[in-house]
């Protein structure tokens, strides 16, 4: 079972849809947005806008899991997508999601654990990983800020269990949102004031919706569904490793035939130019 699914479920796999399924679909679409963006159509902003709310499901998702097993495949996937980058004149640096999802889930008990020690630990907790998240971002694709919502994504797990108030994991939460959407403008230069706000908005919406999140199945909308829909949601759901490798291998080979002047064979460089980019608005 792959890393971006197993994420808080048991073998075998239920037959009936699950809340697993619907918004792990719902994060694989809006990364495929994100991917045909960043591919097809780099001037076109409101790809990555969109494209940008499906990473704090995958980090919430790696939080809310109780396993903690890393599969060789993902391993792979990642190593595939290093190679891939390289021969179609990319970057090494940073690294992609899935070595950010494996390094998060490996640590995420030792930093929750942590965190919720105390409110004044919780605080502590966000400023370390939000002042980590810079140098971090130069290492792997979000750096420690995928952390954030993998914390949020263990609170939501823990449930009763987290004697804290509603107000200070409002505000861990509120600021975790308010961060990522700044690092995200910074990295597209070209957001515009309201693409920022669609940002923000969606992101906040998307966490109110991870904080009610339980495991449910829906074996009567299974049914309903009929087996070719219930299918598609189960594929979207339950290979979201695949999907995400080989879709993004099948965007850089077509990209690389369409675009040879942005997708150049291994003319590949330590670091993407959207980085000094976010390097120079740090400090400017």
């Not at 997508?81 to 490996?106: D, E």
Request: aromatic share 16%; net charge positive.
């Amino acid at each position: 079972m792959s890393l971006l699914y197993s994420i808080g479920m048991a073998n075998p796999l239920p037959k009936d849809l699950t809340s697993y399924d619907f918004l792990k679909a719902i994060a694989i679409l809006l990364m495929v947005a994100d991917h045909i963006g960043y591919h097809f159509y780099p001037d076109e902003t409101w790809w990555r806008v969109f494209g940008r709310l499906c990473v704090p499901i995958w980090f919430f998702l790696i939080g809310y899991a109780k396993t903690r097993e890393i599969p060789k495949t993902i391993w792979l996937g990642a190593g595939a997508l290093v190679l891939s980058s390289l021969i179609a004149g990319q970057y090494l640096f940073p690294l992609n999601i899935l070595f950010g999802l494996m390094v998060t889930r490996y640590a995420i008990d030792g930093i929750a654990s942590r965190a919720l020690r105390t409110h004044e630990t919780l605080a502590g907790m966000f400023f370390l990983l939000f002042l980590l998240s810079y140098p971090s971002m130069f290492v792997v694709e979000y750096g420690t800020m995928g952390a954030l919502f993998a914390v949020l994504g263990y609170i939501t797990r823990a449930g009763e269990e987290v004697e804290f108030k509603k107000m200070p994991i409002f505000l861990f939460t509120a600021g975790s949102i308010l961060v990522y959407a700044i690092a995200q403008a910074l990295l597209l230069p070209s957001l515009s004031g309201v693409q920022f706000t669609v940002l923000l908005l969606g992101t906040a919406f998307i966490c109110m919706l991870l904080s009610v999140f339980q495991p449910v199945t829906f074996p009567r909308l299974t049914k309903a569904l009929t087996p070719p829909g219930a299918g598609l949601f189960k594929l979207l759901g339950r290979h979201t490793l695949a999907i995400y490798v080989l879709h993004i291998l099948l965007f850089r080979a077509i990209a690389m035939y369409l675009y040879p002047d942005r997708f150049s064979f291994l003319e590949w460089t330590v670091f993407p130019e959207s980085m000094g980019a976010y390097l120079g608005s740090i400090f400017l």
